[in-house]
T-cell receptor, first 118, second 111 residues
Framework: GAVVSQHPSRVICKSGTSVKIECRSL??????MFWYRQFPKKSLMLMAT?????????EQGVEKDKFLINHASLTLSTLTVTSAHPEDSSFYIC??????????????FGPGTRLTVL | GENVEQHPSTLSVQEGDSAVIKCTYS??????FPWYKQELGKGPQLIID?????GEKKDQRIAVTLNKTAKHFSLHITETQPEDSAVYFC??????????FGKGTRLSVIA
């Protein structure tokens, strides 16, 4: 149990275009989903926290108008990178907190999406 | 806010030996301490976690210990195998606050 999927796994796009990444919890309801960015050989950097049906909470330094997050249901969150530029190229990973975890922040991660902006 | 320090940054062990990775945290109110394994090009995989009301937890070859007084927790892998080679991250959180990750440990198991 506790499987999280991401789609696409890899995307290459031209500079200026927008890219949407989907994150789904396949076998549980996720009260909260998180989006991370990871640079090569580095730890995970939290970008934003999203709760179903409400606006996402962005970390300091993350542009909310550039990284649009929608959490439409208890099993789906999307991250849209708008007007992508080469510096947005990175490994984006989502995670989902199981609704039954209570006060413990038990998160399960997706497989990640490799974004390359040309 | 919470700060998590992880050591060592790299670790090489012979196959069959044990590996130990240590983390310290700063927020005494943190109550959840997971460990993740990340293979190249993949997302982190939860391998074991421990809650603040427990001092030790074991799952086959993997164990985690927690010392709340000293504010540190450790991952122990026994009888290491080449497939244990990966980057391991510790993390800590308090209630519903976001996980704070350590910088990771690259474990290499040499056959």
């Amino acid at each position: 149990g506790a499987v999280v999927s991401q789609h696409p796994s890899r995307v290459i796009c031209k500079s200026g275009t927008s890219v949407k990444i989907e994150c789904r919890s396949l076998d549980f309801q996720a009260t909260t989903m998180f989006w991370y960015r990871q640079f090569p050989k580095k730890s995970l950097m939290l970008m934003a926290t999203s709760n179903e049906g409400s606006k996402a909470t962005y970390e300091q330094g993350v542009e909310k108008d550039k990284f649009l997050i929608n959490h439409a249901s208890l099993t789906l969150s999307t991250l849209t990178v708008t007007s992508a530029h080469p510096e947005d190229s990175s490994f984006y990973i989502c995670s989902a907190k199981r609704g039954t975890s209570g006060v413990y922040n038990e998160q399960f991660f997706g497989p990640g999406t490799r974004l390359t902006v040309l | 806010g919470e700060n998590v320090e992880q050591h060592p940054s790299t670790l090489s062990v012979q196959e069959g030996d044990s590996a130990v990775i240590k983390c310290t945290y700063s927020d005494s109110a943190s109550n959840y301490f997971p460990w993740y394994k990340q293979e190249l090009g993949k997302g982190p995989q939860l391998i074991i976690d421990i809650r603040s009301n427990v001092g030790e937890k074991k799952d086959q070859r993997i164990a985690v210990t927690l010392n709340k007084t000293a504010k540190h927790f450790s991952l122990h892998i026994t009888e290491t195998q080449p497939e244990d080679s990966a980057v391991y991250f510790c993390a800590a959180s308090r209630g519903n606050t976001p996980l704070v990750f350590g910088k990771g440990t690259r474990l290499s198991v040499i056959a």
